[in-house]
């Protein structure tokens, strides 16, 4: 009888073990799995012939040329308590934020040097169009109108992250003619400055005359490997002026 109660002392002991070492072994798993998820969408009202990067500024949004740190500065001296967060790639290929405290219509510059910029957003409403430039120069980069939060670019760099892509949403919001959307991945981040080559189609759409939008979700999400850039390009077939919208949607993985 005690080699039996012994024995389903060990029985007992080894299946707690066990399942401490299969929870373990679970957290451990979702650990290397974490993820950030990521949503961009620009609505622009200047599609022409040429094919070009979806955004909210039309022609006006450019990228870093070269290396830099950057300056903000509002139109009214009112917005002295506004946060902008830059979302970016450092010289070193990696993701950061940084973030400005602006001043009103004094520039405000940061002490890290960016290669590239990605999206930019404020925390609060700002009383007038804040713009963010390079330091060198003062050379525009893109801005926050009145009223909006985020001067949204239909583009995302994964810096040293993988990306997964898990839906994508072209849409046209007048009657102009027809437009061709593509879903472009660049895997070297660098052709940001020459979009015209060096990139991968990984969807495309036609839209025809018409208001419409597609929702175009992947069963599987698309995998875009750690230092590129992803992008929604747009242009009017035959027809200059093209207002259209872009939503693309997915994340990071975090490891």
């Not at 830099?68 to 290929?93: C, R």
Request: charged share 20%; hydrophobic share 40%; aromatic share 8%.
């Amino acid at each position: 009888m005690k080699k039996l109660i012994v024995l389903f002392g060990i029985l007992i002991a080894f299946s707690v073990c066990g399942s401490c070492f299969a929870t373990e072994a679970v957290q451990e798993r979702d650990r290397n799995h974490e993820v950030r998820g990521w949503h961009v969408k620009a609505v622009d009202d200047d599609i022409d012939l040429a094919a070009e990067l979806v955004t909210e500024l039309d022609t006006t949004y450019a990228q870093l040329a070269a290396e830099d740190y950057i300056t903000a500065v509002s139109a009214s001296t009112a917005d002295t308590t506004q946060t902008l967060t830059i979302e970016a790639i450092d010289t070193k290929g990696k993701q950061i934020d940084v973030s400005l405290a602006l001043n009103g219509t004094s520039l405000v510059g940061n002490s890290i040097k960016l290669r590239y910029i990605d999206q930019v957003e404020l925390d609060k409403e700002c009383a007038g169009t804040v713009s963010l430039s390079r330091m060198t120069g003062t050379t525009f980069i893109t801005s926050v109108p009145i009223g909006q939060l985020k001067a949204q670019m239909a583009q995302h760099f994964n810096g040293e992250k993988d990306s997964y892509i898990t839906m994508w949403r072209p849409a046209v919001t007048s009657t102009d003619g027809i437009v061709h959307f593509e879903l472009r991945w660049y895997p070297d981040d660098a052709d940001c400055l020459d979009a015209t080559d060096g990139y991968i189609v990984l969807d495309d759409a036609d839209m025809t005359n018409v208001c419409d939008n597609w929702d175009l979700s992947f069963e599987q999400p698309i995998r875009c490997l750690a230092g590129g850039w992803l992008a929604g390009m747009a242009r009017g077939v035959g027809t200059s002026d093209v207002d259209v919208s872009l939503a693309i949607q997915g994340y990071d993985v975090l490891q």
